[in-house]
């Protein structure tokens, strides 16, 4: 049975305040006329009551007390949906004090009661650190009219359970540490306003899924490492992945797919994602940093592209599921252990006609270990395919004398580079022979039977001539390069 309580009226009529019991929960529905009234509203039922409603203007010290009951009392739903709330925020730290610290173990955090709570239409911001550590908040509704959020709002609520979690349009920005150890946290929607995914903003989470809108241009360093995603498609916008790590740890990703404009793969980007078989690596990319795809199994063929240069420290340690790889002519370095325990590799083909470089560690190079009954990786019989006349470049430079069968092939002929100090270059890319030079240096492509195909001057920028597969001799800068399209 529920009994009605006397309304209370206070100084100045500044807060009407109604209350209701229910067995063992009571809540208080409390008016307020004027912002920083609602302790005076509340009085002594502060720490006895469940559920709170509050309405009219709300500000810091409010947002206190509301703390307050849920710390020391065992408030748990706050509904602020007619509040308003002073500059239209949540404060930094509302629901996260200094007090919820054992004073003689400054380690030992003690978690407030709050459970549930409704922002009101109006709130455009939650300040930084404003529900952080709050250990049993299972659920929050955001208003629409919400545009930022603060540094690590949310950070470690383990028990926030949205499903989905469907962030306003109008918000740009997932900040530092946002969502934070969130491990109760499944799906997300992003809006198709969003430009930027900061750093750690869902390490940790129990995040499967969530969309990449076209239009994100930016996912800092560890966004969402230890997470639970098991496909991520990027958009071609999303040209900026700032510092490692990105998708590290996502034991069930089985699919990542980059941007093709993207010129640097991150260290570690899917570290350890343990079941990742689909991946591509973009067009662009002129290197692929260290232990980007450690111990990815990978699938099938991998073809890396022309213009990629340096593949760094353990890059495809442990792909043990690829069984053919294609290196550019443009590739000069190959990092320690980059190609190590290639176990299901069948074939090999390298485009260049000087080897890369190998980083050794001692008597390992970028392929493991000779001794392949040690390291479970390539085996040093499989056919490995290079250009006409580099055969004795690659059975005598470190690490590629491993292999002992290799096979030339006119079908590799070298796309080289051409030194006259100008910096001119000539590669092949998406049916396109292309040219970089210097303003002013004159080129022609011919056919093997001296058939001119194209020819023109150089103006600075990159010169593309489409041709059809097959064999073309490229003069520039008073070089001449045979390249197979």
């Given at each position: 049975m529920r009994v009605t309580i006397l309304l209370i009226s206070f100084l100045a009529a500044c807060a009407s305040v109604y209350a209701q019991t229910a067995d063992d929960k009571s809540y208080i529905k409390a008016e307020l006329t004027a912002p920083g009234t609602l302790a005076e509203a509340l009085g002594d039922r502060a720490n006895t009551i469940d559920s709170l409603v509050v309405e009219g203007p709300i500000n810091d010290a409010d947002f206190y007390t509301m703390w307050s009951a849920t710390f020391y009392g065992k408030l748990s739903a706050i509904n602020l949906e007619k509040a308003k709330a002073e500059d239209n925020r949540v404060p930094a730290r509302a629901f996260y004090r200094s007090e919820q610290f054992d004073p003689d173990d400054n380690m030992t955090l003690y978690m407030t009661n709050l459970r549930n709570i409704i922002l009101g239409e109006g709130i455009e911001e939650i300040g930084e650190s404003a529900f952080s550590y709050s250990g049993h908040l299972h659920e929050v509704t955001l208003p629409s009219t919400l545009r930022r959020?603060?540094?690590?709002?949310?950070?470690?609520?383990?028990?926030?359970?949205?499903?989905?979690?469907?962030?306003?349009?109008?918000?740009?920005?997932?900040?530092?540490?946002?969502?934070?150890?969130?491990?109760?946290?499944?799906?997300?929607?992003?809006?198709?306003?969003?430009?930027?995914?900061?750093?750690?903003?869902f390490l940790s989470t129990g995040v499967t899924k969530i969309n990449f809108p076209e239009g994100l241009e930016m996912i800092g360093e560890t966004a969402f490492y230890g997470a639970d995603l098991g496909e991520v498609i990027l958009p071609e916008s999303c040209i900026n992945l700032e510092g490692d790590e990105q998708f590290a740890f996502n034991r069930n990703l089985k699919k990542l797919l980059l941007p093709d404009g993207l010129s640097a793969v991150p260290s570690g980007i899917a570290f350890e994602c343990e079941k990742l078989l689909e991946v591509n690596i973009p067009s662009k990319a002129v290197t692929i940093g260290k232990e980007a795809f450690y111990r990815c199994p990978l699938s099938g063929a991998?073809?890396?592209?022309?213009?990629?240069?340096?593949?760094?420290?353990?890059?495809?340690?442990?792909?043990?599921?690829?069984?053919?790889?294609?290196?550019?002519?443009?590739?000069?370095?190959?990092?320690?252990?980059?190609?190590?325990?290639?176990?299901?590799?069948?074939?090999?083909?390298?485009?260049?006609?000087?080897?890369?470089?190998?980083?050794?560690?001692?008597?390992?190079?970028?392929?493991?270990?000779?001794?392949?009954?040690?390291?479970?990786?390539?085996?040093?019989?499989?056919?490995?395919?290079?250009?006409?006349?580099?055969?004795?470049?690659?059975?005598?430079?470190?690490?590629?004398?491993?292999?002992?069968?290799?096979?030339?092939?006119?079908?590799?002929?070298?796309?080289?580079?051409?030194?006259?100090?100008?910096?001119?270059?000539?590669?092949?890319?998406?049916?396109?022979?292309?040219?970089?030079?210097?303003?002013g240096k004159g080129y022609s492509v011919y056919s093997l039977d001296g058939r001119v195909i194209a020819s023109g001057t150089t103006d600075g920028a990159e010169s593309g001539v489409a041709v059809n597969p097959g064999c073309y001799i490229v003069t520039v800068a008073g070089n001449a390069v045979k390249i197979k399209m």
């Amino acid at each position: 049975m529920r009994v009605t309580i006397l309304l209370i009226s206070f100084l100045a009529a500044c807060a009407s305040v109604y209350a209701q019991t229910a067995d063992d929960k009571s809540y208080i529905k409390a008016e307020l006329t004027a912002p920083g009234t609602l302790a005076e509203a509340l009085g002594d039922r502060a720490n006895t009551i469940d559920s709170l409603v509050v309405e009219g203007p709300i500000n810091d010290a409010d947002f206190y007390t509301m703390w307050s009951a849920t710390f020391y009392g065992k408030l748990s739903a706050i509904n602020l949906e007619k509040a308003k709330a002073e500059d239209n925020r949540v404060p930094a730290r509302a629901f996260y004090r200094s007090e919820q610290f054992d004073p003689d173990d400054n380690m030992t955090l003690y978690m407030t009661n709050l459970r549930n709570i409704i922002l009101g239409e109006g709130i455009e911001e939650i300040g930084e650190s404003a529900f952080s550590y709050s250990g049993h908040l299972h659920e929050v509704t955001l208003p629409s009219t919400l545009r930022r959020l603060g540094r690590a709002c949310f950070c470690d609520c383990p028990k926030l359970s949205i499903s989905p979690l469907i962030l306003p349009e109008g918000l740009e920005e997932i900040p530092n540490r946002c969502f934070m150890n969130c491990k109760s946290l499944s799906e997300v929607v992003l809006p198709s306003t969003i430009k930027s995914i900061n750093n750690s903003a869902f390490l940790s989470t129990g995040v499967t899924k969530i969309n990449f809108p076209e239009g994100l241009e930016m996912i800092g360093e560890t966004a969402f490492y230890g997470a639970d995603l098991g496909e991520v498609i990027l958009p071609e916008s999303c040209i900026n992945l700032e510092g490692d790590e990105q998708f590290a740890f996502n034991r069930n990703l089985k699919k990542l797919l980059l941007p093709d404009g993207l010129s640097a793969v991150p260290s570690g980007i899917a570290f350890e994602c343990e079941k990742l078989l689909e991946v591509n690596i973009p067009s662009k990319a002129v290197t692929i940093g260290k232990e980007a795809f450690y111990r990815c199994p990978l699938s099938g063929a991998l073809t890396l592209p022309e213009g990629l240069t340096a593949i760094e420290a353990k890059a495809f340690y442990g792909c043990s599921g690829l069984t053919e790889v294609t290196f550019p002519s443009t590739l000069k370095t190959l990092g320690a252990e980059s190609c190590a325990g290639w176990s299901g590799l069948k074939k090999m083909y390298c485009r260049a006609a000087i080897p890369a470089e190998c980083v050794m560690t001692g008597i390992t190079g970028p392929f493991g270990d000779p001794d392949t009954s040690v390291n479970g990786g390539i085996l040093p019989n499989i056919p490995v395919y290079i250009p006409v006349g580099s055969i004795d470049s690659y059975r005598k430079a470190d690490g590629w004398n491993i292999f002992f069968n290799y096979i030339e092939s006119e079908d590799l002929s070298a796309i080289e580079t051409v030194t006259d100090g100008a910096n001119a270059t000539v590669t092949c890319n998406g049916g396109k022979i292309i040219i970089n030079a210097k303003a002013g240096k004159g080129y022609s492509v011919y056919s093997l039977d001296g058939r001119v195909i194209a020819s023109g001057t150089t103006d600075g920028a990159e010169s593309g001539v489409a041709v059809n597969p097959g064999c073309y001799i490229v003069t520039v800068a008073g070089n001449a390069v045979k390249i197979k399209m």
